[in-house]
């Protein structure tokens, strides 16, 4: 396993009550819960919680589940699926995606708009975007992104008259199998940016960091949805460390110029959560701490990430957002 990452928790500090959400806290039989979404919402914290059901619902073997808390540790999980892998539009016939995990979610105006993979047999996922007001029930928008991309994170307001949002392209190899998920031979995946006039159709590509640019990445490194703070974006991203087979997912920060957020204005090098807990290092897939994004909140000076931990549970760490952005004003920015 690779150790070489640990060490003192640095910004971000861990929840005493960790991992606050289990499978058996899941009011569904469940194998494992996943990678989260997560936003507030009517006071609220809400999470959308992707489960790997024990047995199919409408022959979904994953679906995401709208969890709600009042304190933000302890969750009521709606047993009602948001979505399952039928959900897909239905203009496209056949079996698109049964692999319903890693949603990310982003408030514009006054509409939640969540984008979550959706796997194409033969050639990895693509992105479909959906919008919500309620979490009750969330439309169906278009497919926003060809495959391998597996999710796009939406920045929360048009910058210049377009919406923008950061990609993470990846290459697969797929077997030509009928429910084959592509997980093997991915080459460097590195976030990339993109723009759009209305939210579908997205074009003018640029790339922005690649794995090599912090410490703890040298295979893949991926987005949430950008965060707006008085210094800059606040982006929350995951690196993902590959050795002798062996992979070792860690969470970090950059700070992305408000007005061009092609420019990197800050990126800590070291990583502000890597897993060294039990329930982070043992899993179904172990050394994983993994976030689909962060709340920050800058009147109370804090910022929490929920993040998935082994591909089983979901922990939860909480920094002060200030120290988060005096670190990355003081960091070393890599152009
Ligand atoms: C990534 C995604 C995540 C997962 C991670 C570790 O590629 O599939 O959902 O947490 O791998 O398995």
């Known amino acids: 396993m690779i150790t070489k990452f640990r060490g003192e928790e640095y910004i971000m500090h861990r929840n005493a009550k960790n991992p606050i959400i289990t499978k058996e806290d899941f009011p569904l039989e469940t194998n494992a819960v996943f990678n989260c979404g997560q936003t507030l919402f009517n006071g609220k914290t809400l999470l959308l919680i992707a489960a790997y059901y024990k047995e199919r619902i409408n022959n979904s073997m994953c679906g995401i589940h709208v969890a709600t808390s009042e304190d933000g540790v302890n969750f009521d999980i709606n047993p009602k699926p948001l979505f399952l892998s039928d959900n897909w539009s239905g203009d496209c016939p056949g079996l698109f995606d049964n692999w319903v995990i890693d949603p990310r979610v982003t408030k514009i105006e006054d509409t939640y708009y969540i984008i979550r993979p959706g796997q194409v047999r033969g050639s990895g996922p693509c992105a479909l975007l959906y919008k919500t007001k309620d979490f009750e029930t969330a439309e169906f928008v278009d497919c926003v992104a060809l495959p391998a991309n597996r999710v796009p994170c939406l920045f929360p307001e048009k910058i210049d008259g377009l919406y923008v949002r950061l990609d993470r392209p990846y290459n697969v190899h797929c077997p030509e199998e009928p429910e084959c998920i592509p997980d093997t031979d991915i080459l460097r995946a590195s976030i990339w940016i993109s723009y759009s006039p209305d939210l579908v159709y997205w074009g003018h ?100 990430i929920y993040y998935g931990a082994a591909d089983e549970h979901i922990g939860l760490a909480k920094g002060k957002l200030s120290e988060l952005l005096e670190a990355l004003k003081n960091s070393k920015a890599p152009y």
């Open 205 to 304: 590509h640029r790339p922005l960091l690649y794995p090599e640019s912090v410490s703890y990445s040298n295979w893949k490194i991926g987005p949430t949805p950008p965060i707006k703070t008085k210094d800059g974006w606040l982006e929350i991203i995951h690196g993902v460390w590959k050795e002798d087979g062996e992979f070792c997912y860690s969470i970090g920060a950059m700070l992305m110029d408000l007005k061009d957020p092609t420019k990197i204005i800050g990126l800590l090098d070291r990583w502000i959560l890597t897993p060294t807990e039990p329930f982070e290092t043992d899993g179904r897939v172990g050394n994983v701490v993994f976030p689909c994004g962060a709340i920050a909140e800058e009147d109370k000076d804090e910022i929490r």
